[in-house]
């Protein structure tokens, strides 16, 4: 029998992004609250970096910039959500451009750990916005990212997240074949406006060519309420405030980001594969012990998953609930709503198998999907 609940607990995602100085100031604040898991993944932020053109000539030249970061994860009692990320907004000093973001996504998540119990510290009211949309990449061409990241910040979407993974799966069933697909993926984060999201997406398709064969996978979940970081642009400034300044300003004042709209609706391009998407789908996230997310991806194959991309993640604990064990993998299947109850059951049962209590599946309904179709 399945030790792990018969049904999943209704509870929040939430994900914050900030520099690694700032990580210290993340941990303490989390795990003060009474967070019991939290995981943390190596990143790097994508900006702008402008500089004036040499020998004194007209202009600016701009270029793509990396910053370190550190991506923290936790779940939380959806009672508790938005008290979780007022704290850390305020201790972070989040609206201040430049110093992160953090977004809360509402899951279903399977575990043999009960939820957290957040101590009340503050009203439970939140200055983050609840018109957030986030946009996913998986790439593995050369130079999709950077093409999908350019992109992103010349549309003024965001600051691009980028981080490292693994395709898992698919590749092992395909003999000799599998030297023609790199396993190394880029997983690209863009937190964009709702209302602009599925216009920006278009864009980010053609603009970063996921429309040809091997362009990459991209997919939308929604955000319940966050904050983003608006410094899209570093180097130096001609005015005292810059646009993202102003703009930030503006969105405290309109108290959203509906009054900043930028495209229209997208035509109907349903007579062109290359811009079809898929709506009825889900994504399932599931994070284990190091070592096993191979194996758990097969069963999710067998059930009609196409594959997966794994990370290697680390645990912070307050506790001993997790018995000690710091080294995670964190995996991330896409699959049609059709088979996600199956694929969900498999891999609980491959939980119960392994006899691994650390494993967690988080299931969460995927808005939009995309990816390229002879």
């Not at 916005?129 to 986030?134: G, Q, S």
Request: glycine content about 8%.
């Amino acid at each position: 029998m399945n030790d792990a609940p018969p049904t999943a607990n209704d509870v929040t995602r939430i994900t914050c992004a900030v520099h690694p100085h700032l990580g210290t100031l993340v941990t303490e604040s989390l795990l003060s609250l009474g967070a019991h898991t939290v995981l943390v993944e190596n990143a790097r932020s994508v900006r702008q970096r402008v500089h004036p053109r040499a020998w004194g000539l007209p202009g600016q030249k701009v270029e793509l910039a990396n910053s370190p970061i550190e991506l923290f994860r936790t779940t939380v009692p959806r009672s508790s959500a938005v008290q979780v990320v007022e704290t850390l907004n305020q201790t972070l000093e989040l609206q201040t451009p430049g110093r992160g973001s953090i977004y809360a996504q509402d899951i279903s998540e399977y575990s043999q750990l009960n939820p957290p119990v957040i101590k009340e510290i503050t009203s439970g009211e939140t200055t983050a916005f609840r018109d957030y949309t986030l946009i996913n990449g998986i790439l593995s061409k050369v130079g999709g990212c950077e093409r999908l990241t350019e992109s992103a910040l010349r549309l003024g979407a965001c600051v691009p997240i980028v981080t490292r993974g693994f395709g898992t799966g698919l590749r092992d069933q395909l003999g000799l074949l599998r030297i023609t697909i790199p396993p190394e993926k880029e997983i690209v984060q863009l937190m964009v406006p709702s209302h602009d999201a599925s216009a920006i997406q278009r864009m980010l398709i053609e603009n970063a060519r996921m429309d040809r064969s091997g362009g990459g996978f991209l997919y939308q979940t929604p955000i319940s309420f966050g904050v983003v970081d608006p410094l899209l642009r570093i180097g130096q400034q001609e005015h005292a405030a810059s646009m993202e300044q102003l703009i930030a300003v503006i969105d405290e004042m309109k108290k959203g980001t509906g009054w900043r709209k930028r495209f229209e609706a997208p035509e109907d391009r349903k007579r062109d594969a290359r811009f079809v998407t898929h709506r009825k789908y889900s994504e399932i996230t599931l994070v284990c012990s190091e070592g096993k997310a191979n194996d758990f991806v097969l069963a999710a194959m067998e059930a009609g998953a196409g594959g997966a991309t794994t990370e290697r993640v680390r645990c912070l604990s307050a506790s001993d609930l997790e018995g000690g064990v710091g080294a995670r993998e964190r995996g991330v299947i896409c699959v049609p709503t059709s088979i996600r109850d199956k694929v969900v059951q498999v891999l609980r049962d491959m939980s119960q198998a392994l006899e691994d209590p650390l494993c967690r599946i988080q299931v969460l309904q995927s808005s939009s999907v995309f990816f390229h179709q002879r």
